[in-house]
T-cell receptor, first 117, second 112 residues
Framework: AQKITQTQPGMFVQEKEAVTLDCTYD???????LFWYKQPSSGEMIFLIY??????QNATEGRYSLNFQKARKSANLVISASQLGDSAMYFC??????????????FGTGTQLKVEL | NAGVTQTPKFRVLKTGQSMTLLCAQD?????MYWYRQDPGMGLRLIHY???????AKGEVPDGYNVSRLKKQNFLLGLESAAPSQTSVYFC???????????FGPGTRLLVL
């Protein structure tokens, strides 16, 4: 079974609108972490946001927020007030197990976001 | 700080040739990782290291070897390249106890 599932291969959003990118995960661990990375066309991987499994509040970083629903095993990324520069591939990733011993990440297949005028 | 750097940026190999990819970080991070990214797939972990002199297998280790002789460097070796190893290779690192992994710019490898 897929550990990280991103069901939206591509998404379009109008500039200044909000957009939600979906991510569901599968793990039996109690301690885990969820991440979102952005990959623009230039190819680099840019860290956006992190949510720990024990964090009670949803993580926020500027225009990015992570809608964490533990019971549903979902960790959706919300981008508010989209900008043209947000056009990129977005990856959801998970770190299973406790910290230490290396933070091995499992990635989803990504969602290509296109922001339009 | 240069962060995480990778050498080379791009390489073309013939089947059966060998090569080494170099990853260097100047952030004194304990943990380092090698991932590969193929079209339509997310990144997959090849090997990782939790400290100088230690390495461990990730999800797709076959056909690769690694070494971490110095804390700041993590080498990925292909002893006999195959077309299936055509990919973009990313190195990453993070400090022990820190969640965020910092990625290098990637190395594009084409095996003919």
């Amino acid at each position: 079974a897929q550990k990280i599932t991103q069901t939206q291969p591509g998404m379009f959003v109008q500039e200044k609108e909000a957009v939600t990118l979906d991510c569901t995960y599968d793990t039996s661990d109690q301690s885990y972490g969820l991440f979102w990375y952005k990959q623009p066309s230039s190819g680099e991987m840019i860290f956006l946001i992190y949510q720990g499994s024990y964090d009670e509040q949803n993580a926020t970083e500027g225009r990015y927020s992570l809608n964490f629903q533990k019971a549903r095993k979902s960790a959706n990324l919300v981008i508010s007030a989209s900008q043209l520069g947000d056009s990129a591939m977005y990856f959801c990733a998970m770190r299973e197990g406790a910290k230490g011993g290396g933070n091995k990440l499992t990635f989803g297949t990504g969602t290509q976001l296109k922001v339009e005028l | 700080n240069a962060g995480v750097t990778q050498t080379p940026k791009f390489r073309v190999l013939k089947t059966g040739q060998s090569m080494t990819l170099l990853c260097a970080q100047d952030m004194n991070h304990e943990y380092m990782y090698w991932y590969r990214q193929d079209p339509g797939m997310g990144l997959r972990l090849i090997h990782y290291s939790v400290g100088e002199g230690t390495t461990a297998k990730g999800e797709v280790p076959d056909g690769y070897n690694v070494s971490r002789l110095k804390k700041q460097n993590f080498l990925l070796g292909l002893e006999s390249a195959a077309p299936s190893q055509t990919s973009v290779y990313f190195c990453a690192s993070n400090r022990q106890g820190q969640e965020t992994q910092y990625f290098g710019p990637g190395t594009r490898l084409l095996v003919l």
